[in-house]
């Protein structure tokens, strides 16, 4: 499988940035593994930033064009490619659902270094949020969660742009918004919107990473758009949300959060082996992960 092509011209796009400028604001560091290595801290590429009237996110891409890490990236760099991170850098994630599991799924892919983010939630933090929402905290009782969302990845990482979106997704906007994205991941806890989202990214032709959990269970699995239509996945008779009717601590989401998000980077970097036609099922509690082919 190639990964997803990007044929949108990049909301960075401007008279290329000096490659001296550049050379000049970085420097060479020696990392925890005793290597040398070309880099640019972020207060030099904000100075940059400003001094060029662009975007950081211009700027960390200019870097990486010529071969400079930014230091925030550094910790990526024996399990990530220059080109790789550069690629994320250019890469448009959407995340659909900004609670349980969209919340520790934004907060990964601002710390990996995707470029832009589309979060779409139409909920607002409540109190029985606080016991496994990583963006629910007292001050944000009562606020948007894609607000908050959008925030949070914001100060994670300023060089990330972030369209946020407090709405329902229906059939009537799905297709607007996850126009010109490159994966999206299922964040959602009810099959009705699951429905809608599958069917947008295969119209789209938008790779899928699903997830779901429930109590100490979850399940993911990585949807691509020529794949065998599986939307009876979603049709099965589950209950319209088994996370409501189990419950969900706060171990389940970030568990499962953290292998969508692999399962991501392995879809757009065209890495791995995905759990494609086949979904992984972790009881955590058991201690068992088991895989089901469709």
């Not at 930033?49 to 662009?54: E, G, Q, T, Y």
């Not at 990585?222 to 009876?232: E, K, M, N, R, V």
């Amino acid at each position: 499988m190639k990964p997803p092509e990007n044929n949108r011209p990049p909301e960075s796009a401007g008279p290329p940035l000096p490659a001296e400028g550049l050379k000049k604001s970085a420097k060479t560091i020696t990392d925890a593994a005793g290597r040398d290595v070309n880099v640019i801290f972020e207060t030099e590429a904000i100075q940059l930033a400003r001094l060029h009237d662009r975007p950081l996110h211009a700027i960390y891409l200019a870097a990486m064009e010529n071969g400079i890490w930014p230091v925030r990236y550094i910790r990526n760099r024996d399990s990530l490619s220059l080109r790789e991170q550069k690629r994320l850098a250019q890469l448009r994630a959407a995340v659909i659902g900004a609670g349980g599991l969209g919340g520790y799924v934004i907060e990964l892919l601002a710390r990996i270094g995707f470029g832009h983010l589309t979060v779409v939630d139409p909920g607002r933090f409540d109190e029985t949020n606080l016991n496994r929402q990583i963006l629910a905290d007292t001050a944000s009782l009562g606020k948007s969660k894609a607000a908050i969302a959008a925030c949070r990845a914001g100060a994670v990482n300023p060089a990330l742009i972030v369209n946020a979106h407090a709405v329902y997704l229906n059939c009537d906007n799905a297709q607007s918004l996850l126009h010109g994205c490159d994966i999206a991941l299922d964040a959602l806890d009810n099959m009705e919107t699951r429905i809608v989202l599958s069917k947008a990214c295969r119209t789209l032709k938008i790779p899928l990473v699903h997830g779901a959990i429930s109590g100490f269970e979850g399940r993911v699995m990585a949807i691509i758009p020529d794949d065998p239509d599986i939307h009876t996945l979603f049709e099965s008779g589950e209950q319209p949300s088994s996370e409501a009717v189990m419950g969900t601590p706060a171990i389940a989401p970030a568990v499962i959060a953290s292998l969508q998000v692999m399962e991501a980077l392995k879809v757009v970097l065209n890495r791995g082996r995905l759990f494609r036609q086949k979904m992984l099922y972790a009881d955590l509690e058991d201690g068992s992960f088991n895989e089901f082919n469709f």
